[in-house]
T-cell receptor
Framework: DSGVTQTPKHLITATGQRVTLRCSPR?????VYWYQQSLDQGLQFLIQ???????AKGNILERFSAQQFPDLHSELNLSSLELGDSALYFC???????????FGSGTRLTVV | AQSVSQHNHHVILSEAASLELGCNYS??????LFWYVQYPGQHLQLLLK??????LVKGIKGFEAEFIKSKFSFNLRKPSVQWSDTAEYFC????????????FGQGTTLQVKP
């Protein structure tokens, strides 16, 4: 257990639907990074939040959005889902001065 | 744009063979370098990292990597692999002068035959 908690672990949904993925960082970690891992695109950075504010955006589709709440947990919202959105979605936190990034176990999203 | 390139996509070795996985990055500024391992069905785990200092870094499970700045490389090595090393390996770069987000290579699948 890395200490970064992601829920749910698995999600199966239909095209056109909307889902929310949740990430709870370790105590004291202010940054949350979201990554998408798919067979064709590999591991890609989606978006970063730091202490509630968006810090950086990567290859995130307009149909996707995220936010970080006052308790520092983060949610990634995926809407109008397409088959190609099927992937493993990881969140990571960053603890400066230590081992760096810590990853959660991921949410496997399957769009059918 | 920054990028990370892993030369080997799929490597098959027998137990006790030596391993070297290549990683090159394209960024001229200060970077932090990482190797992560992902066992089947599990999350990414840090093998080793380079922030500064000795360019030869040692990680967990007998892995090591050498940072060669002039070659923009950070190759992963292990003298003798075990069946339990079967996993996917990712090289990643953190542009520490920016937001700190990780740029990953495409990954290398290592299969070790007993």
């Amino acid at each position: 257990d890395s200490g970064v908690t992601q829920t749910p672990k698995h999600l199966i949904t239909a095209t056109g639907q909307r889902v929310t993925l949740r990430c709870s960082p370790r105590s004291g970690d202010l940054s949350v990074y979201w990554y998408q891992q798919s067979l064709d695109q590999g591991l890609q950075f989606l978006i970063q939040y730091y202490n509630g504010e968006e810090r950086a955006k990567g290859n995130i589709l307009e149909r996707f959005s995220a936010q970080q709440f006052p308790d520092l947990h983060s949610e990634l919202n995926l809407s109008s889902l397409e088959l190609g959105d099927s992937a493993l979605y990881f969140c990571a936190t960053l603890t400066r001065g230590s081992d760096g990034y810590t990853f959660g176990s991921g949410t496997r999203l399957t769009v059918v | 744009a920054q990028s990370v390139s892993q030369h080997n996509h799929h490597v098959i070795l027998s137990e006790a063979a030596s391993l070297e996985l290549g990683c090159n990055y394209s960024y001229g500024g200060t970077v932090n370098l990482f190797w992560y391992v992902q066992y089947p069905g599990q999350h990414l785990q840090l093998l080793l990292k380079y922030f500064s200092g000795d360019p030869l870094v040692k990680g967990i499970k007998g892995f090591e990597a050498e940072f060669i700045k002039s070659k923009f490389s950070f190759n992963l090595r292990k003298p003798s692999v075990q069946w339990s090393d079967t996993a996917e390996y990712f090289c990643a770069v953190d542009n520490s002068g920016n937001t700190g987000k990780l740029i990953f290579g495409q990954g290398t699948t290592l299969q070790v035959k007993p």
